[in-house]
């Protein structure tokens, strides 16, 4: 077994929010396994559900565009918020979203095109950027979606500018009916997304090694209860339909009336649209997500400064 370090239980408290013994517990449990180390406090009611969006951390812009039956995303890290407000990163950001557009939301297709305005390639322009700005720069990702007919609308929460801030959503709607209906309805369900933070877009989506994951969690936490096994698999199977009401889009409650799950909003749609609406495709950036940004101790940032 590994040692157990104060690295790995102050990170797992960081992730689970349990107490510092409990998790030295977990971790020794597990021989040190983080992701099971999760589970087993899970398990013993310790910690909460454990989601995979990591810390958000670092800084910078998600960029949106959308163009009818086309949307594109991407993220741009840098290191302090400062830069976000910067013009010439917004400029930029805004810029590799439009190349996302037209490359599919490719990255290397993305840093390989023509920076407007120049002769410099998005990387180039990019190393420029960081040399006149003085920060590390990336870009990050970048997505795109597209239907045959219909729209994809974006949406960006608190927005700096026009198509940039910290979440960025971009939600695909096929269908024959009005166009200005079914962008309204788009609209909606990307406001919808950036709050309730879907991880799929229905249930034959879900990835079946998080749902496998799920299931035996919450076989363990119904088998600490004492109950019999018949009982515990009909547990499991109550537990998993509410387990899909949070990480499923179209089993979700709509945010906007709280009682309507997504899957009928767009059925009713039709009625308003004049035609059926499928909900083909989502995607949320949220800024940093998945990073962890480095903890600074400033005290000794400036004994170290001294010492030197």
């Known amino acids: 077994m590994s040692a157990i370090s104060a690295a790995m239980v102050k990170e797992l408290r960081d992730k689970t929010g349990a107490g510092m ?156 009916g009005d166009a200005g209906a079914l962008a309204a309805l788009g609209k909606q369900i990307a406001m919808h997304v950036a709050a309730a933070r879907p991880e799929f877009l229905s249930i034959d989506a879900v990835d079946p090694a998080a749902l496998e994951r799920e299931r035996t969690v919450l076989a363990e936490q119904a088998r600490e209860s004492g109950k019999p096994e018949e009982i515990v698999a009909k547990m499991v199977e109550g537990r998993l339909r509410k387990y899909y009401e949070e990480v499923v889009l179209l089993e979700q409650v709509f945010v906007i009336d709280n009682e309507t799950k997504i899957a009928k909003v767009i059925a009713n749609a039709a009625g308003d649209v004049g035609a059926p609406v499928a909900l083909k495709a989502f995607a949320r950036f949220n800024l940093g997500e998945g990073i962890e940004k480095q903890e600074e101790d400033f005290a000794a940032e400036v004994k170290a400064t001294l010492n030197a």
């Open 21 to 176: 013994m409990d998790c030295k517990k977990a971790l020794s449990e597990t021989g040190g396994n983080m992701e099971e180390a999760v589970d087993w406090l899970r398990t013993k009611g310790l910690a909460a559900a454990a989601k995979k969006a990591g810390r958000v951390a670092a800084e910078g812009l998600v960029g949106v565009v959308a163009d009818a039956t086309r949307g594109a995303m991407v993220e741009v890290n840098a290191e302090t918020d400062f830069v976000a407000r910067n013009e010439t990163f917004q400029e930029y950001v805004s810029s590799a979203a439009k190349a996302a557009l037209e490359t599919g939301g490719d990255t290397g297709a993305i840093l390989a095109a023509t920076y407007p305005g120049g002769t410099n390639s998005f990387e180039q322009q990019l190393t420029d950027n960081i040399a006149t700005i003085g920060e590390n720069m990336s870009l990050r990702r970048a997505t795109a979606l597209s239907v045959d007919k219909g729209v994809v609308a974006a949406y960006v929460h608190s927005a700096l500018a026009p198509g940039l801030g910290k979440i960025g959503v971009l939600v695909a709607l096929e269908s024959e």
